[in-house]
């Protein structure tokens, strides 16, 4: 499946986006606000002439659970 997901996550001041390939069944349970623990490996984007980090994820869940 080519099922792919991107979300937005902020650490203090700093935003970074992070792209999910085959992995939809980990944000069941997740919502808009929730603080999540997240492991990946970071990568550069290149899209229309622009370069941008972001984390290719692993593994996400809910902190603390």
């Not at 990946?40 to 603390?64: A, C, H, P, T, W």
Request: proline share 0%; glycine share 4%.
């Amino acid at each position: 499946s080519s099922d792919h997901m991107k979300l937005t996550v902020k650490f203090g001041e700093h935003r970074i986006d992070v792209i999910a390939f085959n992995k939809a069944e980990y944000f069941s349970k997740i919502n808009v606000g929730d603080e999540v623990d997240i492991a990946g490996y970071i990568e550069e984007n290149r899209f229309m002439n622009q370069v941008k980090l972001q984390i290719n994820l692993s593994d996400i869940k809910l902190k603390n659970e």
